[in-house]
């Protein structure tokens, strides 16, 4: 999703598709603001920059009106950019140096910047008074000049020093040399003297993370020009950056960040881009090609930004600016939204049987964006998504247009999403929600993170009264180092500007190391449009620590969960059900003209921590401070953003440096079961889907060739991926409404295509297609198998440490494995009822037992003698007949297979006897 910008002055010069995150300010024409969206903007200091006045130019002048560092100890500070906390970023710039020695001058003094170093930019921590600044301190990040005169004159020289980065000096220069300051002279090998009066591209980046290296890198004009370490400081030593890093104060240009007059750069700085990634090779290419091709324009760049050619290539480009774009500032991804007529060409049907409905009634090949089914039982015919495509749900409201026969809620076909959660049955456990965002950044790897906040346009659910909010975040201590509070979601009306009491607002935060709140987790404040500020009894908010309005600084209750622990951890608020309102004999209050109980709740890991109903009171040991205003159950009026990692009035001291994902956005509360069913389904979600799972199976074929037509329903369940049937791997054709086997992955041993030999389960799947056990954290992350520790050794499986086990999940972090739970292999829901039986009576086609069985935050696998996982159907897909009686199946009658012409073998104590399988929750197989 995107926004139309006017271009900024002097043009754009990002390229396409760097699919990062940045903060860009082009530094042109008298804007210090950042772009497209101007949430950042730089202050002058000690002066003012000038613009467009250019001398001693050499070479190309490729940004006209770029700022003029004066070099007389002017700077600009930048504040609020916040990036490098998980170790990796980048920063990529432009300078031109300008004439350093006015005519009349002696050669050997210099009248205009710094003479011994020339500080082109500089960020560090916040600097304490009257304390002496070192380049070398930690947390740090500069680029700088030697200035003219001095032996070195010509380089540019980087030094960056992380969190966990001694104070010795370290730095690298643009002609290779490291930390070598008694050379008379750049080294031969310095790709360009970059104060020649030409304009050049300096960036710093620590190590890709593909290298999983520490350190940090310089390139001169889009090539690599020196590295820590390197062959010039040997293996064994410092190799600063690529840890986390701290730079809480302002980032400074033209001059050091304690602004030391005798440290400014007297020239030009232009195309600053700040990234929260480390930059390949290539990438770093891609950014000086875009400035210095003969071919702007057809690159995107120029004085149209975007614009693509014309022809097959701009279909190229289009496909390829989609799928990687570039994330200015702020970034959200959400599925896309459903035409108003998207039942304009609906027909009415007649009904049909779902088991052999006529191929009149069923479409496929849905485009994105367009409606499907999720309701498999629907007898006035079926849509099916295109093939890479998967069927979602969208809450619609009925607009009179649909055919009485329509189902509701409908499907959209949608691009999947990593992380998404697809409901498993329908109608489903949970309610459809009003809005979902996945928070999934475009390489669909990694959740959305901070330091970026992120404004999405409001959504009107809370309208009612009735509402529900989830959320997962994750963030560790050093997240919350320095915040007072840091908000993880935060929404008011548009005119609210009391972020704390009167109407209309719900946010979600935690207290940070710099509140005296500090461990009390996950807070939260809801006030709808009649909750006027009463006063005291209005300052209450519920913690999931169980407190309730509590301001005395206190810890943990006995059951309470620290969330800076680098888990994910889902937080849930919803107002009162009627259902709530019943189970937790809360009085039945109202709010006045509605019908929605009074208050609501908060939820951490899909259990209830605090409700505000009334009665409650506020958790003090003061009787007479007691009363509380129990706020939430009536509309409120939400019509400004939506604000994710900082708060509506994007307070500086507000904002968010952990993670978030997959924000849901419910018109209805949700009840006590419904939560946990929520935490529930997202926990087992890394397992039934692993990484990129989902994504094949959007794909998947046929062995005829023909499209796997999903979601299909078993068991009453919904599938998005083939299953066993009588031991073969099937799923629904595309081409002739049947089950046809499926086509073999290509990591699927030939053997496992057909499982019959172990007497699998109808409705089993396959898991991940690995030796080693899939395994996943205590909050449902995939470990990041094998991984390798500081000491060069590799694990398989998580590592025994102090008595648990701990596996390495994405971004390098250490975490708490989920318990695998031994089962026995002929008990479980892998292996059909009735096998103990089928072996007893010499039934040739049970000869096999899988190897060993396991279950995994509730989720069963099993695994094959040639080393695959099989992922166990759930209970309810056992077959039975009439009488209910379990299936034996599979079973062998007069040398067939049996069970394909609705009959299947039951096994009561004493007798083998055939009847009708049992197919009220299965009419579509």
């Known amino acids: 999703m995107g926004a139309c910008q006017t271009n900024p002055p002097g043009g754009h010069n990002l ?44 070479g190309l002048d490729y940004f006209p009106g770029a700022m003029k560092c004066t070099g007389t100890g002017m700077h600009v500070h930048i504040d609020n950019l916040l990036y490098g906390r998980r170790g990796s970023f980048a920063i990529n710039l432009w300078i031109k140096s300008a004439a350093q020695r006015p005519p009349g001058r002696s050669p050997a003094r210099n009248v205009l910047g710094g003479t011994l170093f020339q500080y082109v930019l500089s960020h560090s921590g916040v600097l304490q008074p009257n304390t002496s600044f070192s380049v070398f301190d930690r947390n740090q990040v500069n680029i700088y000049l030697p200035a003219p005169g001095r032996p070195l004159f010509g380089i540019a020289r980087a030094a960056i020093k992380d969190s966990n980065d001694d104070e010795d000096s370290m730095f690298v220069d643009s002609d290779g040399a490291v930390n070598n300051n008694v050379r008379r002279s750049p080294l031969p090998s310095a790709p360009a003297n970059v104060t020649d009066g030409a304009w050049h591209m300096l960036t710093v980046t620590t190590f890709p993370e593909t290298l999983n290296s520490r350190g940090f890198q310089l390139y001169v004009d889009g090539a690599l020009a020196g590295q820590v370490p390197s062959a010039f400081n040997g293996e064994d030593s410092e190799s600063d950056g690529g840890d986390p890093i701290f730079l809480d104060g302002p980032l400074s240009l033209c001059n050091r960040a304690d602004g030391d007059a005798n440290r400014s750069f007297y020239g030009y700085i232009s195309q600053l881009a700040v990234i929260d990634a480390a930059l390949e090779p290539e990438d770093v290419k891609a950014l000086y090609d875009v400035v210095v091709s003969e071919d702007r324009e057809a690159m995107g760049t120029s004085s149209q930004p975007f614009l693509a050619p014309s022809g097959a290539d701009k279909e190229q480009l289009l496909k390829f600016r989609i799928t990687q774009p570039t994330l200015y500032d702020t970034t959200s991804l959400s599925w896309p939204q459903v035409p108003d007529a998207m039942f304009d060409d609906v027909k009415e049907q007649q009904p049909s049987q779902i088991n052999s409905f006529e191929p009149s009634l069923v479409t496929y090949d849905v485009p994105e964006g367009q409606y499907c089914s999720l309701d498999l039982a629907q007898p006035n015919g079926l849509t099916f998504c295109a093939p890479e495509l998967v069927c979602v749900p969208q809450r619609l409201q009925p607009t009179g247009k649909e055919p009485a026969s329509a189902v509701y809620p409908p499907g959209v076909c949608a691009t999947p999403i990593l992380g998404v959660l697809l409901p498993e049955a329908f109608p489903p456990k949970i309610p459809v929600p009003l809005s979902y965002f996945p928070l999934s950044t475009p390489d669909l790897t990694k959740a959305l993170s901070a330091p970026q906040f992120v404004q999405l346009d409001p959504v009107p659910y809370a309208a009612n009264g009735s ?25 008011a009306g548009a005119n609210e500007t009391d972020m704390n009491l009167g109407p209309n607002k719900v946010h979600l935060f935690v207290p940070g190391q710099m509140s005296a709140f500090y461990g009390v987790s996950v807070r939260s404040i809801l006030r709808d449009r009649v909750d006027k500020d009463l006063g005291r009894s209005s300052q209450v908010w519920l913690d999931t620590s169980g407190h309730i309005g509590n301001d005395q600084p206190g810890r943990l209750l006995e059951d309470g969960v620290e969330v800076d622990d680098g888990e994910w951890h889902m937080v849930t608020l919803t107002t009162l059900s009627k259902q709530a309102q019943a189970s937790q004999e809360i009085v039945p209050t109202s709010p006045a003209g509605t019908a929605m109980p009074a208050g609501y709740a908060l939820y951490l890991d899909g259990t209830l921590r605090a409700v505000l109903k009334p009665g409650v009171k506020r958790s003090t040991a003061n009787e007479s401070d007691a009363a509380v205003q129990v706020t939430g159950g009536a509309p409120a009026d939400l019509d400004g953003p939506i604000t994710l990692c900082g708060r509506s009035d994007l307070s500086l001291e507000r904002f968010f440096t952990g993670q978030l994902s997959n924000l849901v956005l419910f018109d209805t509360a949700l009840t006590e079961d419904e939560v946990a069913e929520l935490y529930s389904a997202y926990s087992r979600q890394a397992i039934k889907y692993p990484v990129g799972d989902i994504f094949a199976a959007a794909n998947q074929t046929t062995l005829e060739g023909g499209h796997c037509a999903t979601p299909f329903l078993l068991g009453g369940r919904l599938h998005y991926k083939p299953v066993f049937l009588q031991g073969r791997l099937s799923c629904p054709s595309q081409n002739n409404n049947t089950w046809l086997p499926a086509a073999k992955p290509a990591a699927l041993p030939d053997e496992d295509l057909n499982l ?19 395994r996943v954290t205590t909050s449902g992350q995939m470990c990041m198998l094998p991984f390798m520790q500081a000491d060069g050794s590799t694990y398989a499986d998580c590592l025994q440490e102090e008595g648990r086990e701990i596996c390495q999940v994405a971004g390098g972090f250490m975490q708490e494995c989920a318990p695998v739970i031994s089962l026995n292999t002929n008990n479980t829901g892998c292996v059909n009822p009735g096998i103990q039986q089928a072996r007893k009576a010499r039934l040739s086609l049970v000869t096999k037992e899988f190897v060993t069985c396991v279950s995994i935050k509730g989720q069963e696998l099993c695994q094959t003698e040639s080393r695959s996982w099989i992922q166990c159907p759930e209970a309810s897909l056992q077959r039975t007949t009439v009488t209910g009686l379990p299936c034996r199946i599979p079973f062998e009658i007069k040398g067939l297979v049996g069970g394909s012409a609705g009959m299947c073998a039951a096994y009561p104590p004493n007798l083998v006897f055939f009847e009708d399988v049992f197919m009220a929750k299965q009419r579509n197989v």
Do not use: C
Request: hydrophobic share 40%; charged share 10%; net charge negative.
């Open 15 to 58: 390229p396409l598709g760097l699919g990062k995150p940045v903060f860009y300010f082009p530094l042109t024409n008298g804007s210090l603001d950042s772009w497209p969206w101007a949430t950042r903007a730089g202050t002058p200091l000690q002066g003012q920059p000038q613009w467009g006045v250019t001398e001693n130019s050499q």
């Open 756 to 774: 019959t030999a172990y007497g699998v389960a109808d409705g089993a799947s396959l898991g991940p297609i690995v030796d080693a056990l899939p």
């Open 467 to 491: 509402f529900a909010i989830n959320l997962f975040a994750k963030m560790r201590r050093e997240d919350l180092q320095l915040s007072l509070f840091s908000y993880l979601f935060s929404h």
